[in-house]
């Protein structure tokens, strides 16, 4: 079971980047991101449920990240725009196999390698 993760890099505030997450030897339900700034907790991005077509936003991305899923690719996006220095974060992507219809109950099983994004300003 892998989630391999790709896209990080240095963006000056206001930019964009897209980070991709490809899963492989096992089938999810639902998959997302996380990120972990220095010195604070890893905190929830957003996330998607493959069966519902359902997502899920933090209030502190709502309006700025998408996240979209390729089906034949078994692989997510997060789409980041008007980037911020506070988004800067090593970013995870994570995944479970349960089926649920409220993804704020998102417990992920499986972790990708973090990816890293640094917004200057």
């Known amino acids: 079971v892998q989630l391999q993760a790709s896209g990080g890099g240095l963006v000056q505030a206001g930019g964009s980047l897209r980070l991709s997450c490809a899963a492989s030897g096992r089938t999810f339900n639902i998959m997302g991101w996380y990120r972990q700034a220095p010195g604070k907790e890893r905190e929830f991005v957003a996330a998607l449920s493959w069966r519902f077509d359902s997502t899920s936003y933090a209030d502190s991305v709502k309006g700025r990240f998408i996240i979209s899923r390729d089906n034949a690719k078994n692989t997510i996006y997060l789409e980041m725009n008007n980037l911020k220095p506070e988004d800067t974060a090593v970013y995870y992507c994570?995944?479970?196999?349960?089926?649920?219809?409220?993804?704020?109950?998102?417990?992920?099983?499986?972790w990708g390698q973090g990816t890293q994004v640094t917004v200057s300003s």
């Open positions: 994570a995944a479970e196999r349960g089926v649920k219809l409220n993804l704020s109950a998102f417990r992920p099983s499986s």
